[in-house]
């Protein structure tokens, strides 16, 4: 069965520097997102992605932000500077269709000290 | 405000005990509604779509009630691998396809 995935699993990393998360959706889902979890806390939603752009982001989803999808097969979410309170789960998702269920990869968990 | 509000439990039941949850949500522009099951520092995983008339699988049957504005999740014959977190989670109206997740409500099943 298609799954999405996640990369890395754990990432650790200073306040103040530029992270990197990647994912791989399901290959035939057309809708990308993003979510985070604080530890303790609800899901919360960052960003939708369609047609190479961004159709709906979050107040979370701040300039520190950004989503690209560099190649057909990747979808990264990049945090330029980041602070403490940037720590939390990530995880990606995708949908075939707008609408759709939406089906989430394994996560990344992110450390910031 | 778009909210999903649960009771966050623990529900703790014996096997083969019969469990249900509710769910609430705030905003009568609701679209869509799903149960999914979250284990303990793993991904959610989709349980199950919830539709305007009800809908079963295997031992797992949801419910809607858009007048009243609440779903429901119920679980018979629970088995030990039912212990885990149930979030409840709805899209609204031109809220595009943004998931709004509950907190969750802890299930525990016990030999």
């Known amino acids: 069965e298609p799954e999405v995935t996640q990369t890395p699993s754990h990432q650790v990393t200073q306040m103040g520097q530029e992270v990197i998360l990647r994912c791989v959706p399901i290959?035939?889902?057309?809708?990308f997102y993003w979510y985070r979890q604080i530890l303790g806390q609800k899901v919360e939603f960052l960003v939708s992605?369609?047609?190479?752009?961004?159709?709906?982001k979050s107040e979370i989803f701040d300039d520190q932000f950004s989503v690209e999808r560099p190649d057909g097969s990747n979808f990264t979410l990049k945090i330029r500077s980041t602070k403490l309170e940037d720590s939390a789960m990530y995880f990606c998702?995708?949908?075939?269709?707008?609408?759709?269920?939406?089906?989430f990869g394994p996560g990344t968990r992110l450390t910031v000290t | 405000r778009k909210e999903v509000e649960q009771d966050p439990g623990p529900f703790n039941v014996p096997e083969g005990a019969t469990v249900a949850f509710n769910c609430t949500y705030s905003?009568?522009?609701?679209?869509?509604f799903f149960w999914y099951r979250q284990d303990c520092r793993k991904e959610p995983k989709l349980l199950m779509s919830?539709?305007?008339s009800g809908n079963e699988d295997g031992r797992f049957t949801a419910q809607l009630n858009r007048a009243s504005q609440y779903i429901s999740l119920l679980i018979r014959d629970s088995k030990l691998s039912d212990s885990a977190t149930y979030l409840c989670?709805?899209?609204?109206?031109?809220?595009?396809?943004?998931?709004?997740f509950g907190g969750g409500t802890r299930l525990m099943v016990k030999p």
């Open positions: 290959s035939n889902h057309l809708y």
């Open positions: 992605f369609y047609n190479n752009e961004i159709s709906e």
């Open positions: 998702a995708s949908s075939k269709l707008g609408g759709d269920e939406q089906y």
């Open positions: 989670v709805v899209t609204y109206n031109n809220a595009g396809n943004m998931l709004t």
């Open positions: 905003n009568s522009a609701s679209q869509s």
């Open positions: 919830v539709y305007s």
